[in-house]
């Protein structure tokens, strides 16, 4: 194998002329990466119960909505929907928001963007998660809710939700671990990410493997820190009778 392999490269002075070394950069694309994603997350989550309930309420047009906003998000694309948030929707927004938007700073912009298209796109498969749990619950649970005097809302929040939750972690994990992955298509529109950070320094220094290897290990760092994590929410969580339950 006639490659070179150079590990000294990561702390070696960047030739921009920045005050920081190549493992500076991938450390900077670290930070961007688990930042939006938590983010993005925190978005997801939100969105993705609420339509979730809507889509298990006795009001076809709330489940409606919810059916709709699910069929959107799933069925195009992630990296159409980086390009339409970065480069569409400004455009379509009324023209006070559109130009605040493009007065913004470039990397608020790329943040902004990609923090609401991560957060949208996985909020759809949420959703289908949170819709998911409510229908696995036993119907006498919501009969009883509403028998205790319990509006319907506050049958979901007090009865329905809490445990409707903790059957679906497993599910959730996967989410949330996708999240992390996913957020690499935000490259596409300018975000420096581990990735993009990987592809620039391969630029400057044609080191190809120790890039990528950096990159894949960054990634499996993440991944095992989130899997730890909701392992241990999962046992704090488990409800005995349950998938998972003693």
């Known amino acids: ?103 913004l700073p470039p990397d608020a912009q790329f943040y902004s963007s990609s923090i609401i298209c991560l957060g949208l796109f996985t909020g759809a498969r949420v959703c289908e998660q949170v819709r998911s749990g409510i229908n696995t619950l036993p119907r006498g649970q919501r009969a009883a809710g509403l028998a205790m005097g319990f509006t319907q809302w506050q049958t979901y929040r007090y009865v329905l939700l809490p445990v409707a939750y903790r059957v679906i972690v497993p599910p959730l994990t996967s989410e949330f671990l996708n999240i992390f992955k996913n957020s690499a298509v935000a490259s596409t529109i300018g975000l420096l990410d581990l990735s993009a950070q990987a592809r620039q320094l391969v630029d400057y220094t044609a080191q190809t493997y120790e890039s990528f290897i950096s990159v894949t290990l960054a990634y499996v760092l993440i991944n095992l820190v989130v899997m730890a994590l909701m392992r241990w929410v999962e046992s704090r969580t488990r409800l005995p009778g349950y998938i998972g339950g003693k």
């Open 1 to 103: 194998m006639s490659y070179h392999w150079n590990w000294g490269i990561l702390f070696s002075p960047v030739s921009t002329g920045e005050p920081t070394t190549y493992l500076g950069w991938l450390i900077s694309g670290f930070w961007v990466t688990i930042t939006v994603s938590l983010a993005a997350w925190v978005l997801a989550f939100i969105v993705g119960s609420f339509f979730g309930v809507l889509r298990t309420v006795p009001n076809r047009w709330a489940a409606g909505a919810g059916t709709v906003y699910v069929a959107v998000f799933r069925n195009i694309p992630l990296i159409v929907q980086f390009f339409i948030w970065y480069l569409v929707i400004p455009d379509l927004a009324p023209s006070s928001i559109g130009l605040w938007y493009k007065q």
